[in-house]
């Protein structure tokens, strides 16, 4: 299959305004040569993990930025030359009768001398006062091929901020990639979890902020509410809980009715502080409004400490202790 301009060039991670600083000689330095490997198979022996650092419902991630300090990246040594760039990445899709599954790929591109020409120029010096903005680009999981079969993972150079040069950018947005291997890594949303318009992992976020110290007493004023809520239930694995973010797998969820609805907000309204307690949720929901309206997010355990917590869309979060009822109201499908 081939496919023109790639969107594997670079990711902005994390918009910022501008910061001015001094970025001194380390911007500068040079890596040594690549290490060279004697045959290339696959990205799934190579780099069967590239590309997988996003968690839902901020999907999952991507490497890190390739960097000298990685002993198998650095510059081209001019004895290697390079016939072909493999980029090892995941991307998500429909899965066949709903939801949406990962899926792990392998591109590869032929016409690669603009790329080539890209990775052989200097990083770029300054010593003086300069303004880079904050963004993260992440470049992809690239591999370098000779005629021979070998390969190596190029270093990539940089401007004055430490991130890709722009030729570098520019040549991997112009690649033309042929893909030549895909294969199903996981699910990312279930036709279950589509259906009730819930993602299908999140996490448990009154045992983060519990654990954090941050949350007040609950505040009854910021929790009644006028707009729809959307109920979504997670399961949480043994293996994750006691974690620093429990994550949790969809069990069932959907539009609340009106009356449940107002039941539930009776019952949080009502609600008194939170009594002191360690013991993980097997099971929490999360309440809120649909198609990203603004308005709190509600977060209730149904077990251990049976907690909840109101995080506003602006100012502090509300910690308070939820009871037999609320569990019962919200604890079934």
Known sequence: MRSGRTALAVALLALGGCAGGSVGPEVGDEPGPARIVEKWTSCAEAAPRAGAGVVLPAPDGAEPAPTGDDPAIGRIDPAFTPVAAVICGRETRPRPGGGAEQVATERRADDIAALVAALRLPNRRTYGEIACTLDMVVPPWLALLDERGRWLRPYLPTDV???????????????????????????????????????????????????????????????????????????????????????????????????RQTAVLRALAAAGPATACATPASRFAVLRPPDGAAGPDRYVELDGCRRFLVVPPAGRAQLGQGDATLTELLGRD
Do not use: N
């Open 161 to 259: 901020c430490g991130k890709p040069r722009a030729e570098v950018r520019a040549a991997l947005d112009g690649l033309r990639l042929t893909t030549v291997d895909s294969r199903t890594v996981g699910q990312v949303g279930s036709p279950a979890a589509e259906a009730a318009g819930c993602e299908q992992r999140w996490a448990d976020m009154v045992w983060v902020e519990s654990t954090a110290g941050r949350p007040g007493p609950p505040t009854p004023a910021t929790i009644p509410a006028t707009e729809p809520l959307r109920l979504c239930v997670y399961q949480v694995p043994p293996s994750e809980q006691h974690g620093g973010k429990p994550a949790g797998d969809f069990a069932y969820g959907g539009p609340l009715s009106p009356d």
